[in-house]
């Protein structure tokens, strides 16, 4: 099952006993980067992506050239001091970087759009918290109106960019939270569906020898119909007519419409924009 990607701890024994396999390893600190890939490369394995998990701010980590080539989700707090991150401006629009912020902080949805002005990639985290659904709207209508230069905020332009009227596009990949693609190893190399069946400790295999035979596990089968359940309940998620962008990415309260409301206005501007024929503006001629 070498066509999945695995997200896994920095562990040189792991990752030795992953060779064929394309790797997401999970790190604390940036300074792990050029060691990681080198490490990779002597097990023969490909380094999809590197996780990195920092509790200090975009603005004080210090970006190295050398990183280029490696793609990079960098989770943060926040972007931190705004006159520093503009000393490294130009080096991160040079990287392979999505930088996740959580949408908890109404702070990160300022600062998301400010690194897309700037030309840096964003990823906003919904986890269970209260969102600000104002702040968040504004946000999505810059990233899916706004037709000046500016860097992807995911998962807006993800959406916008797959959009089909007759198709669901599902964004947890976006978040490493979708089993067809990702999977999660602990240092065991037990597998996990998902990140939070991870942090609960439910895996479905005891070891790495196990992953080549997963997707006949019936847990893995029925992990990837999961969507397939809201049908089943008839939840609200079954009747929302934003279903297709969405596919129940919100676990909120049945009674709680703020994310029908709110992917339904994506839906619409996502509509509205595909279906504008910019005509080319012809200026006199002599
Ligand atoms: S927008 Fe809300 S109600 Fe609609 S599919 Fe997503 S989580 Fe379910």
Redesign the pocket.
């Known amino acids: 099952m070498n066509n999945v990607f695995l997200v896994c701890p920095d562990n040189e024994q792991l990752i030795n006993s992953l060779s064929g396999y394309s790797l997401v390893p999970v790190i604390t600190r940036v300074g792990r980067i050029a060691s990681l890939q080198r490490l990779a490369n002597k097990a023969n394995t490909h380094l999809h992506c590197v996780i990195i998990h920092s509790i200090r701010p975009l603005s004080s980590i210090i970006f190295n050239d050398e990183w280029r080539s490696i793609p990079i989700a960098l989770f943060v707090p926040g972007i931190g001091n705004i006159s520093s991150l503009m000393n490294q401006v130009e080096i991160m629009k040079n990287q392979n970087l999505r930088v996740y912020l959580s949408a908890n902080k109404d702070e990160n949805l300022t600062a998301a759009r400010i690194l897309s002005s700037l030309g840096v990639e964003t990823a906003i985290v919904f986890d269970q918290s209260p969102v600000n659904w104002n702040l968040l709207r504004d946000l999505a209508a810059y990233a899916i109106y706004n037709i000046t230069a500016h860097a992807d905020i995911a998962p807006f332009g993800y959406l916008k960019e797959r959009y089909n009227p007759v198709k669901q596009i599902n964004f947890e990949s976006l978040y490493f939270n979708d089993p067809e693609f990702y999977l999660h190893l602990d240092d065991a190399g037990r597998v996990a569906l998902t990140r939070e069946e991870y942090d609960r400790g439910e895996f479905i295999s005891r070891d790495v020898s196990e992953l080549a035979t997963i997707r006949d596990n019936i847990k893995y089968l029925r992990a990837i119909e999961k969507w397939r359940e ?1 049908f089943l309940s008839f ?4 009747c ?4 297709k ?8 309260d049945e009674e ?9 206005e994506i839906m619409d501007a996502i509509e509205t924009m595909l279906s504008r024929t910019v005509e080319k503006k012809i200026v006199w001629q002599p």
């Open positions: 809201h939840d609200k998620c079954a929302c007519p934003a279903w962008i969405c596919m129940g990415s919100f676990q909120v709680d419409y703020n994310c029908r409301d709110f992917f339904l």
